[in-house]
Nanobody, 124 residues
Framework: QLQLVESGGGLVQPGGSLRLSCARS????????IGWFRQAPGREREGVSC???????NYADSVKGRFTISRDNAQNTVYLQMNSLKPSDTAVYYC??????????????????WGQGTQVTVSS
């Protein structure tokens, strides 16, 4: 059974950095993508970044140049390195699996096997 577990969230000051991890258990075959999403209080969940099993990536405009997604296939883990964090990055961050594609729009309907989320708070 596929399962994703996020970790690495916490409290950080503006301008700081965090690295989130999304660890996968269970096998995946064929094409897939892992996506990172976030949801702030009172706001809709939004796509942040995604990466395919062959290394293709996409980013939301709001995080381009600040966030970097990567993967360690041997560890079945996808990372989200977040630099130059802003208070507007405060949210619960989730990862999920898509068997469709990795596009900048990241439609929710393409993703399932959602993790439980990890809280990121950017505040002084």
């Amino acid at each position: 059974q596929l399962q994703l577990v996020e970790s690495g969230g916490g409290l950080v000051q503006p301008g700081g950095s965090l690295r989130l991890s999304c660890a996968r258990s269970g096998a995946l075959f064929g094409f897939y993508a892992i996506g990172w999403f976030r949801q702030a209080p009172g706001r809709e969940r939004e796509g942040v970044s995604c990466i395919t099993n062959d290394g293709g990536t996409n980013y939301a405009d709001s995080v381009k140049g600040r966030f970097t997604i990567s993967r360690d296939n041997a560890q079945n883990t996808v990372y989200l390195q977040m630099n130059s964090l802003k208070p507007s990055d405060t949210a619960v961050y989730y990862c999920a699996i898509s068997r469709m594609a990795c596009t900048a729009s990241m439609p929710f309907s393409w993703y399932d096997n959602w993790g439980q989320g990890t809280q990121v708070t950017v505040s002084s």
